[in-house]
């Protein structure tokens, strides 16, 4: 793994920050983020290593030393690229618990380097309700560091996570005059905000669901003759005007996709002519669309106003083995397909949450 510079001179910056500090700040959020204001809330967005993370408070303050508060709480977060040699998600859990383990393991390192003090430290992996795993741990800062008077640091809390090819810090300084209760609190509220996308963030669609709050947002497709609900554990990468692409909440750091697509009913002699063309045909070691070797297929029985066909199926296409569910159906004046694709691990993980997907359409007659 690349090592953290900048989490290190983060480190070094901690030690001696105080409630009562008067670091310089600077209006700007570092480069290739967004940061967007929620109701009560804040969400970093980074769409280079595409994930989403929200925090509470109602006013924000960036600082040079890497620091930003949010409402009357610091956090830091700190992304770093490692290799592949060290973790892909074709590999098990235990060596992406490994890859938390170095990174902890290179921080407790580096404060033995500018204090001979054993550290004490605890840690915890977590799950959050989606299924994604954290490193959560905190280290007690020593005596040594404290400033008499002030309202210095006494732990440091952090969250490990892995958001594709990086792995990502999140910091959360605990000061003495805060309930060490309510910090828990919260540092769970970031966790299970925590949203992994497989490319890029629909930021338009992400902006509508913020200011959406709980209310559940629909696909409406007037031209089509659809609608659909869009469920609130799908990450939005696509909202074109004939496709709709969105991920699965990460399983094992693996990203099950749902592809929507519309095509006009004039393109085709008839329904079963576009099934033909779109829907998955032969027998076991027939070529399917793009190259892809068939294995097996099965017909499925259709969910909700889903009209036309429905299968399951599974594909090689020359490297990996896939598991995929797609359906078919017609409005008066377009035929759709919805594609739901998955390693053969992850398949049973998220179809319940694709058939759910599938209950929430309506079409309009």
Same mark, same amino acid.
């Given at each position: 793994?690349?090592?953290?510079?900048?989490?290190?001179?983060?480190?070094?910056?901690?030690?001696? *920050?105080?409630?009562?500090? #008067?670091?310089?700040?600077?209006?700007?959020?570092?480069?290739?983020?967004?940061? &967007?204001?929620?109701?009560?809330?804040?969400?970093?967005?980074?769409?280079?290593?595409?994930?989403? =993370?929200?925090?509470?408070?109602?006013?924000?303050?960036?600082?040079?030393?890497?620091?930003?508060?949010?409402?009357?709480?610091?956090?830091?977060?700190? #992304?770093?690229?490692?290799?592949?040699?060290?973790?892909?998600?074709?590999?098990?859990?235990?060596?992406?618990?490994?890859?938390?383990?170095?990174?902890?393991?290179?921080?407790?390192?580096?404060?033995?380097?500018?204090?001979?003090?054993?550290?004490?430290?605890? %840690?915890?992996?977590?799950?959050?309700?989606?299924?994604?795993?954290?490193?959560?741990?905190?280290?007690? /800062?020593?005596?040594?560091?404290?400033?008499?008077?002030?309202?210095?640091? *006494?732990?440091?809390?952090?969250?490990?996570?892995?958001?594709?090819?990086?792995?990502?810090?999140?910091?959360?300084?605990?000061?003495?005059? %805060?309930?060490?209760?309510?910090? &828990?609190?919260?540092?769970?509220?970031?966790? %299970?905000?925590?949203?992994?996308?497989?490319?890029?963030?629909?930021?338009?669609?992400?902006?509508?669901?913020?200011? =959406?709050?709980?209310?559940?947002?629909?696909?409406?497709?007037?031209? =089509?003759?659809?609608?659909?609900?869009?469920?609130?554990?799908?990450?939005?990468?696509?909202?074109? #005007?004939?496709?709709? /692409?969105?991920?699965?909440?990460?399983?094992?750091?693996?990203?099950?996709?749902?592809?929507?697509?519309?095509?006009?009913? %004039?393109?085709?002699?008839?329904?079963?002519?576009?099934?033909?063309?779109?829907?998955?045909?032969?027998?076991?070691?027939?070529?399917?669309?793009?190259?892809?070797?068939?294995?097996?297929?099965?017909?499925?029985?259709?969910?909700?106003?889903?009209?036309?066909?429905?299968?399951?199926?599974?594909?090689?296409?020359?490297?990996?083995?896939?598991? =995929?569910?797609?359906?078919?159906?017609?409005?008066?004046?377009?035929?759709?397909?919805?594609?739901?694709?998955?390693?053969?691990?992850?398949?049973?993980?998220?179809?319940?949450?694709?058939?759910?997907?599938?209950?929430?359409?309506?079409?309009?007659?």
């Amino acid at each position: 793994m690349r090592t953290s510079l900048l989490f290190f001179v983060f480190l070094s910056c901690m030690y001696g *920050i105080s409630q009562e500090t #008067e670091t310089p700040s600077t209006e700007k959020a570092p480069p290739n983020v967004y940061i &967007m204001k929620g109701s009560d809330n804040y969400h970093y967005i980074n769409d280079d290593i595409h994930f989403t =993370a929200s925090f509470k408070g109602d006013s924000i303050r960036y600082f040079e030393n890497g620091l930003i508060k949010m409402g009357d709480d610091f956090v830091s977060i700190i #992304e770093v690229p490692f290799e592949v040699s060290e973790y892909h998600n074709g590999r098990p859990v235990e060596d992406e618990i490994k890859l938390f383990q170095s990174q902890k393991q290179k921080e407790i390192d580096y404060y033995k380097e500018i204090d001979e003090t054993n550290l004490k430290y605890d %840690e915890e992996v977590i799950l959050n309700t989606d299924g994604k795993r954290f490193l959560r741990w905190h280290y007690e /800062a020593p005596q040594s560091m404290f400033v008499e008077g002030e309202d210095h640091m *006494i732990k440091h809390y952090f969250l490990y996570f892995v958001a594709n090819d990086y792995l990502v810090t999140i910091g959360f300084p605990l000061f003495k005059s %805060e309930n060490e209760a309510e910090k &828990m609190t919260y540092i769970n509220y970031v966790a %299970e905000s925590i949203k992994v996308y497989a490319s890029n963030i629909d930021i338009e669609y992400f902006r509508e669901s913020m200011l =959406a709050g709980p209310n559940t947002l629909e696909g409406v497709y007037d031209f =089509a003759n659809f609608f659909f609900e869009i469920p609130s554990f799908l990450n939005v990468l696509d909202t074109k #005007e004939s496709v709709f /692409a969105a991920t699965f909440p990460d399983v094992d750091n693996i990203k099950n996709a749902v592809i929507l697509e519309i095509f006009e009913k %004039e393109s085709y002699p008839s329904f079963k002519d576009f099934n033909d063309n779109k829907m998955p045909r032969g027998k076991s070691g027939d070529i399917l669309f793009g190259g892809a070797t068939l294995l097996i297929k099965e017909k499925l029985d259709n969910i909700g106003i889903i009209n036309g066909e429905s299968f399951r199926f599974q594909f090689y296409n020359g490297t990996k083995l896939y598991s =995929a569910k797609k359906v078919s159906f017609e409005t008066k004046t377009h035929y759709v397909t919805i594609l739901f694709n998955a390693t053969t691990s992850t398949y049973k993980e998220n179809l319940p949450r694709f058939d759910s997907f599938l209950e929430g359409f309506e079409i309009i007659e």
